[in-house]
């Protein structure tokens, strides 16, 4: 499944179009719309709603490892109105905490680095984009999904130029409209590699938990983890890596966790 996250409805209507998405009226706690294997819900502005928003949906949802993204619009200094990006690098410029989402996909969309603010600003850093959800969407998506999976895609809508103003919902979905198929090619590229990470750590995840006891909540978590390893180290048998010393499902939880945690960033 594919799970859609705006802020606005405005950032919204494109996609809405485009997927033929129809407002689910049986959800009340937020604007959410579907079609298919395709959910979008939005949230409002800033970093509260967003992450209330992504764990309401994938509890909800109750979907392993869901493909999910972020679209919405983005302060810069310096790039031209109507631009898009694909972030590499998210910071939250109150805890200062950061995610480098993995590129294992290739796209038309170009790249760049993003900052989430708790409110707007016109002093825009050099050479980053700003938006004020983007780190939540992270933090509250990697509980329900891989990160490799995860990712945050930006369209420029001010710069120093033209500061940051209220924009009509019209206005909004203009500049997003033109990059409505280099989203659905990401999506769809990103799906593929979910069906095939979800095949090749297929094998290894009965062998672990036939080998040692899982809680339906550790399987979910060995689930992402071992989808991780295989998005990262690809070619490493994973099985003739693990120490002796480990006895136990929780004891290869923690030590796979650490051993992907130290790995070099990709960006």
Not at 231 to 256: N, Y
Request: charge should be negative; aromatic fraction near 8%.
């Amino acid at each position: 499944m594919l799970i859609i996250h705006t802020a606005l409805h405005g950032e919204a209507r494109a996609l809405i179009n485009h997927f033929s998405l129809k407002r689910q009226h049986d959800m009340n706690a937020f604007a959410c719309f579907r079609a298919d294997n395709i959910f979008l819900i939005e949230s409002g502005i800033g970093k509260t709603n967003t992450a209330s928003a992504i764990g309401w949906a994938c509890g909800m949802l109750n979907v392993s490892s869901p493909v999910m993204l972020n679209i919405g619009m983005a302060g810069h200094t310096a790039c031209s109105i109507g631009e898009c990006y694909i972030a590499n690098r998210i910071e939250d410029h109150a805890t200062q905490h950061r995610y480098y989402p993995p590129q294992l996909v290739d796209t038309p969309l170009g790249s760049d680095c993003l900052l989430t603010l708790d409110r707007p600003t016109e002093n825009y850093p050099e050479k980053c984009m700003v938006d004020m959800e983007a780190s939540a969407f992270m933090q509250a998506a990697i509980r329900f999904t891989t990160i490799e999976l995860c990712q945050s895609i930006k369209v420029i809508s001010d710069n120093t130029l033209k500061p940051a103003g209220r924009m009509k919902d019209s206005e909004v979905e203009s500049l997003l409209a033109p990059h409505t198929e280099a989203v659905t090619g990401l999506a769809s590229d990103l799906g593929q590699y979910r069906a095939e990470l979800m095949d090749n750590t297929g094998a290894t995840f009965s062998q672990l938990t036939q080998q040692w006891h899982f809680t339906k909540y550790q399987q979910q978590q060995l689930a992402r983890l071992l989808q991780r390893h295989q998005a990262l180290q690809p070619d490493e048998e994973l099985i003739d890596t693990i120490p002796a010393w480990i006895d136990s499902g929780k004891a290869f939880m923690r030590w796979l966790d650490g051993h992907l945690n130290n790995l070099p960033v990709r960006l």
